[in-house]
């Protein structure tokens, strides 16, 4: 049983556009309500709960967030890109999936221990300015 039993929750769908910006759609039943745009996916979850909470004038925090995250079209398998990780280390790689809003990179380095999740903020895909020749 988790402690979120009880709590009102509330549908969040991300719409990836073009310049990488996120747009926010509250759902209620067959409309949408927009809750703006955000630049990153870094304090994704923070800032969404935030925004549901000042559109519904909910005072209490008792309420949870199902955030729905599609994969966004620069996203795909197979392509080479780079990945800064939390070392500030760049390391390539290959994507191999889209996994609930972030990005499953397998290294090409093998000494560096296989695959991991990444923001997307933290990766150079195919066509990112410096990204020619990976």
């Given amino acids: 049983m988790s402690n979120a039993d009880g709590w009102p929750s509330y549908t969040v769908e991300v719409e990836h556009l073009p310049d990488r910006r996120l747009r926010l759609w509250l759902r209620d039943g067959a409309g949408a309500t927009a809750l703006g745009e955000i630049d990153r996916f870094t304090g994704l979850y923070p800032a969404v709960t ?38 500030g280390r760049h390391i390539d790689g290959v994507v191999r999936d889209w996994i609930g809003g972030e990005v499953l990179i397998d290294t090409v380095d093998p000494a560096l221990g296989g695959a991991g999740l990444y923001s997307p903020d933290d990766t150079c895909f195919p066509g990112d300015a410096g990204t020619e020749g990976h």
């Fill in 50 to 87: 935030q925004r549901v909470a000042g559109h519904l004038h909910l005072a209490d925090p008792a309420f949870s967030v199902e955030l729905r995250i599609p994969r966004p079209p620069y996203v795909r398998d197979g392509d080479r890109v780079v990945v800064e990780d939390d070392e």
